[in-house]
């Protein structure tokens, strides 16, 4: 067995209702997991604070002074949880064999790393938890997320049902991901198209531990369709199936009209005429803003801007100084 290391990188934005119990938690399976030597003993937490506006990062630097497997990065601003993600992986990759995301509002069972870290001990590379029940959900959460399964999977974009942000990533298969230099971040699209072995592991989803969700609808749906236009170009196929089908129609009317201008009744066009300009007005600003959609994800990955930046961050000096002893 090689040395290891877990890192557990936990994103949090306005979190200080749940980040004692969080850490509480979180600590007690890293330590258990280290007396039973299935990780390595400088295997640390890692907060990331994604910009909060309340006391979250004065209380992960307190337990970082208090504990020594506490660590964490602060942003210089709100960058997204996708990001903040991303920035903990990057930082953790360095000095980790395997890397553990997860929410930081316990709402996807923590006892599910026990089993993520048997499977990476087995070979796997990519362990994604997946939650067997939506029962906390809501009936809209629940029968949208099971329609945008369904859309995704027509448009050819590989998504593994249930699984959000809480899996667990090999070394290699963690610099593998961040090998995809997207800023239009979809994780959970881009991690099946790594490729390795992976596996899931099932846990059941519960309410969130305290405090609300930080992602209201608004940013829910930018998210799902965030996910669409980074990952599928069949939006364009689409208007393009809906440009031929309009223009048979147009075809269809043309000879419509010639036969009604022979037999003489011109004028009561006007209704037919009112639906078209209405219909195809309609039809073709739908298309432009699709593609000028699609120009916008151009424009943001052009600028090549830094996904995020850091303020500071203690995991380095904590890792370091542990490879000196
Ligand atoms: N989060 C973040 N930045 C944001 C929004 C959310 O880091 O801008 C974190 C948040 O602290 C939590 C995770 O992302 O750890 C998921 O958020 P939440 O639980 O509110 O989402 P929900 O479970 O309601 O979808
Ligand atoms: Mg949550």
Redesign the pocket.
Known sequence: MGENVLTIV??????EEVLPETTKELGQILNDLIDKKKIAPNSKLLF?N?GSKDKTWKIISSYSEKYDYVTGIKFTR?Y??QN?LLAGMSLAVKYSDMIITI???L?DDVNAIYKMVDKFIEGYDVVYGVRNSRDTDSFFKKHTALMYYGLMKKMGVNLIPDSADYRLLSKRATEALLGYKERNLFLRGMVPLVGYKSTKVYYPRKE?YAG????PLKK?IHFALDGITSFSIAPIHLIMSMGLIVMLISIVLMIYTIVEKIEGHIVPGWTSLMISIWFLGGVQLISVSVIGEYIGKVFTEVKHRPRFNIECENYSKKMDKRLED
């Open positions: 936990v994103p949090c934005y306005n979190e990331v994604d709100n997204g949880h903040a929410d930081a509002d709402q969130r609300t969700s930080k992602y829910m």
